[in-house]
């Protein structure tokens, strides 16, 4: 299984980004995407999960500022980040999991500027 993330980028604070990840290499769908992120000095956390079925969760300090959102089609996942503030400043990892096994993609820095 293969992830490969875009969409990064510098904003300034209040704007937007939106993200994509595309997964390749299984023929089966994915029942869980989502995203994570990691800032320098910081552990990696949650930043939005979404199951095949389209329920969602998200971390407590998106305070309805991100949207995830998925096409099983094509089997991407998406993140609609609006209201972004300097301290949303990460590299973002999107991710999924088949049975024990979490497949991470590369990464994609988001710096968002004051």
């Known amino acids: 299984v293969q992830l490969q993330a875009s969409g990064g980028g510098l904003v300034q604070a209040g704007g937007s980004l939106r993200l994509s990840c595309a997964a390749s290499g299984s023929r089966h769908s994915f029942t869980v995407m989502g995203w994570y992120r990691q800032a320098p000095g910081r552990q990696r956390e949650l930043v939005a999960t979404?199951?095949?079925?389209?329920?969602?969760d998200y971390g407590d300090f998106v305070k309805g500022r991100f949207t995830v959102s998925r096409d099983n089609a094509k089997k991407t996942v998406y993140l609609q980040m609006n209201s972004l503030e300097p301290e949303d400043t990460a590299v973002y990892y999107c991710?999924?999991?088949?049975?024990?096994?979490?497949?991470w993609g590369q990464g994609t820095q988001v710096t968002v500027s004051s």
């Open positions: 979404i199951l095949i079925n389209g329920i969602t």
């Open positions: 991710y999924t999991k088949r049975s024990v096994i979490v497949y």
